[in-house]
């Protein structure tokens, strides 16, 4: 059993910039796709972002070239760095660890955009 809580959300003015973390109960990486993915209010989930165990990265367009995923393996803990943050970031954002045979999920950690 995996087991991820994410921290870092929280209320930002438009433009501004905030840090995901998602620890991990173990060391995981080499195992699983991690990901970010987000919900809001009467949508969907939708993804966010993903890292493979050897480092490849993806991202969804409306947030490319703004967020940025990364790791720390000595830490087991995945990051999500969101920089010029727009109102339409609102959403509960989770962590996902996902392979061929099990998907795991966070609790979820609010980010609010607003002035």
């Known amino acids: 059993q995996v087991q991820l809580v994410e921290s870092g959300g929280g209320l930002v003015q438009p433009g501004g910039s905030l840090r995901l973390s998602c620890a991990a109960s173990?060391?995981?990486?080499?195992?699983?796709?991690m990901g970010w993915y987000r919900q809001a209010p009467g949508k969907r989930r939708e993804l966010v972002a993903t890292?493979?165990?050897?480092?490849?990265?993806n991202y969804a367009d409306s947030v490319k070239g703004r967020f940025t995923i990364s790791r720390d393996n000595a830490k087991n803990t995945v990051y999500l760095q969101m920089n010029s943050l727009k109102p339409e970031d609102t959403a509960v954002y989770y962590c996902?660890?996902?392979?061929?045979?099990?998907?795991?999920w966070g609790q979820g950690t609010q980010v609010t955009v607003s002035s």
């Open positions: 996902n660890a996902d392979n061929a045979m099990y998907n795991y």
């Open positions: 173990g060391s995981i990486f080499r195992l699983y796709v």
């Open positions: 890292l493979t165990s050897g480092g490849s990265t």
